[in-house]
């Protein structure tokens, strides 16, 4: 089964009980997901520990619970910064065959202040692997672009441009194409309030690259069960 799933594509983060998730993605392949979304944290929790859970506002405390911020998510973040709680992620295109299926977001609104343009564009191939490619361009200062997703399988850098990623006895590649500078990265555990729930063997991982003022990339990511 395959799944590619992606997340709040109209609306914006100030929606009741969205997350900070614009451009996110579920992928599973050959019964493995290798992308995955950590889903919602309980209300009651959240509200017991002081959490200003129903204030959508840019600085609310809702955006520091690890599950509803974009560090959680399949996103690209600037200088490790929220997204813009009104910035609405629209498709753009949209095509379908058995050799190819493709959609397009422009997200640009949701990196408002960040960057000046980015568009984000999901393809599977004949054999349901995934590309995901973003074309940005970047703001009117030096910044630092991290390119990542959250995993439950075991990563491993094997290179600037490749992780390796072992779950249920299967592997998958995520290579980087099309940028150089560039290096894999693995986040370490995120620092969880008390209060948080925590998703045991969760991994964050991706590639990091800093971009000058006004810098144009396009920068490719594929998943691939070989080398």
């Known amino acids: 089964m395959l799944q590619l799933i992606m997340l709040n594509s109209w609306r ?8 900070m998730d614009a451009g996110s993605f ?22 017991k520990s002081g959490v200003d859970l129903w204030n959508r506002n840019q600085k609310s405390g809702r955006w520091e619970v690890f599950r509803i911020s974009p560090h ?4 690209l973040t600037f200088n490790g910064k929220d997204h813009q709680v009104n910035g609405i992620a629209t498709m753009t295109k949209s095509s379908y065959s058995p050799e190819r299926k493709e959609v ?7 990196y408002q202040g960040q960057a000046k343009e980015v568009k984000r564009k999901a393809v599977l191939d004949a054999n349901d692997l995934l590309t995901i490619t973003d074309f ?9 672009l991290e390119w990542k997703i959250s995993t439950l399988a075991e990563p491993k850098i ?11 006895g299967k592997t998958m ?3 980087l194409k099309g940028v150089k500078g560039a290096e894999a990265k693995i986040w370490p555990e995120h620092n969880y309030m008390d209060f948080e729930l925590r998703d045991k063997g969760l991994s964050r991982v991706g590639f990091v690259l800093p971009l000058k003022a006004k810098q144009r990339v396009e920068l490719e990511v594929r998943f691939q069960p070989t080398r």
Request: glycine letters at 8%; aromatic letters at 10%; charged letters at 20%.
């Open 12 to 19: 914006t983060s100030r929606t009741a009980h969205a997350h």
């Open 104 to 110: 397009e977001f422009d997200l640009s609104p949701t």
């Open 136 to 144: 940005i361009v970047a703001g009117d200062e030096s910044s630092q």
């Open 26 to 47: 579920v992928y599973e392949w050959k019964g493995v997901r290798w992308s995955v979304d950590l889903g919602m944290h309980n209300y009651h929790t959240l509200e």
């Open 158 to 168: 094997i290179g600037s441009d490749v992780i390796m990623l072992t779950q249920s």
């Open 173 to 175: 590649y995520l290579k």
């Open 72 to 75: 959680a998510h399949g996103v």
